[in-house]
């Protein structure tokens, strides 16, 4: 007969073993929703979540650029997304503009990418888009949440890549002081504003403060005059190839008049050899051997840091019409900075994408808008700041904006633009030469 004493313990045995390999609560809590799942990438292999990593401390790496009150919005949002995710530490690397997208490019090149990156949108993303090296977003943040046009920089194929904070409206800033000592007003038209730089060459003053050792400071000039040459489709035309192109006359015309300032002395001797991040050309302002600067907004900041008390000597108008243009002078050279993306590499992409929503909150993008200078890319925001006002003012009334040539095109060819436009105010090169050199480059980069 069958011993039913050792039937029933072979039958204990048996589902101790089963419960052993069985799928167990790590959190040891009762909760099932979707926080606690794992998500599947494109390799087939698991990604690990929020929720796999609540019993485990998590570091997650952030890269981005910003400075003074900007980079203390960022820090402060890390700090709300680190006492909201205790588990969870984030490694912040802030480093300089230019040599952070090579840097960031050999990063993503190499496999090892920050988990969170600061991009400007535009070309400069869409390369590592196109690379298959983003995350997809979409479902992941409130699009209602940004401004349309702020948006549509990290938005390709209709799926978002990127979460924006701020943008920028690049006018021409200048001296009041200065304009009101030599009689001086601000010019409807550009005919008005040469008159302004004969007048302060004449009495010494440099009419434009400018370091264009970095290139993208010199850009600004040749972006505005052939916007307001050729006028605002000029550029899309010529990046999508569906009409002019970079070398059309409105573009060889800009360069033209680049180097006709030039020749007038409006910009300080060795201009391609001055470094914009060092202050060169800011302290030409302060010390007021220069009368104006063509700078984005964020220039208010660089004051209030450096130079205080010229905050009340500075204010601003959009570069002036030119005669027989097709640009307007409502129209804006202008960008988004930062957007906040996450690499696919991620080993903890949820986590990620919740990072970077906080980095592209309201609350962070009200600190950038009221300490930092930034128009805000979020709705929203309550600006306390009278410059922002202003400025948020003008970007609103604008019918046009023209987002920054070097942001915008792929690498390749914006380096070709920034290098060319640079020869330009070098005077080492024609613009008939300069333009010929960038249609070819775009050409072979954008007709592959």
């Given amino acids: 007969m069958f011993n039913k004493k050792a039937l029933w313990l072979m039958l204990v045995a048996f589902l101790l073993i089963f419960a052993a390999c069985g799928p167990s609560d790590s959190t040891g809590s009762e909760d099932t929703t979707g926080d606690t799942a794992t998500e599947t990438g494109d390799s087939g292999e698991e990604a690990e979540t929020e929720g796999e990593s609540d019993g485990e401390q998590v570091t997650l790496t952030l890269w981005h650029i910003e400075t003074g009150p900007s980079g203390e919005a960022v820090e402060a949002a890390v700090q709300r997304f680190e006492e909201n995710n205790p588990n969870v530490t984030v490694e912040v690397s802030q480093q300089e503009n230019d040599p952070y997208k090579s840097q960031l490019s050999v990063a993503m090149g190499g496999g090892n990418p920050p988990d969170v990156f600061h991009s400007w949108g535009g070309g400069w993303l869409k390369q590592f888009v196109d690379s298959d090296q983003v995350v997809d977003i979409t479902d992941s943040i409130d699009a209602g949440l940004y401004n349309e046009a702020a948006l549509s920089v990290s938005t390709f194929n209709e799926k978002i890549y990127g979460a924006p904070v701020s943008m920028d409206v690049v006018p021409v800033f200048y001296n009041k002081d200065l304009f009101e000592q030599y009689g001086l007003e601000e010019p409807e038209t550009y005919e008005d504003l040469l008159n302004i730089v004969q007048t302060l060459t004449d009495n010494g003053v440099t009419p434009f403060a400018l370091a264009n050792q970095t290139k993208w400071t010199g850009s600004f000039y040749l972006m505005y005059l052939a916007e307001r040459i050729g006028g605002p489709e000029l550029f899309n035309e010529a990046f999508e190839r569906s009409g002019r192109k970079f070398d059309d006359e409105a573009y060889v015309e800009a360069g033209r008049k680049i180097q006709e300032l030039v020749e007038m002395g409006a910009f300080p001797e060795g201009v391609n050899g001055m470094n914009y991040d060092t202050g060169q050309s800011r302290?030409?302002?302060?010390?007021?051997?220069?009368?104006?600067?063509?700078?984005?907004?964020?220039?208010?900041?660089?004051?209030?840091?450096?130079?205080?008390?010229?905050?009340?000597?500075?204010?601003?108008?959009?570069?002036?019409?030119?005669?027989?243009?097709?640009g307007a002078k409502n129209h804006v050279v202008g960008g988004v900075s930062p957007v906040f993306s996450v690499a696919k590499q991620s080993k903890h992409p949820e986590l990620a994408t919740k990072l970077v929503n906080e980095l592209a909150s309201l609350e962070t993008a009200t600190a950038m808008a009221n300490n930092a200078g930034s128009i805000s890319a979020v709705n929203g925001v309550e600006y306390e700041d009278p410059y922002i006002q202003e400025m948020s003012k003008v970007l609103e009334s604008s019918e046009a904006m023209q987002t920054y040539y070097d942001q915008t095109l792929p690498p390749e060819l914006a380096q070709v633009h920034l290098d060319t436009t640079q020869a330009l105010f070098g005077l080492s090169t024609t613009p008939e030469e300069a333009m010929a050199e960038v249609e070819a480059s775009a050409k072979k980069v954008l007709e592959e």
């Fill in 283 to 326: 302290q030409m302002l302060y010390t007021e051997s220069a009368a104006m600067m063509t700078m984005g907004g964020w220039l208010v900041n660089n004051v209030r840091d450096e130079m205080p008390e010229f905050e009340d000597k500075l204010g601003f108008f959009l570069f002036p019409s030119v005669e027989g243009g097709k």
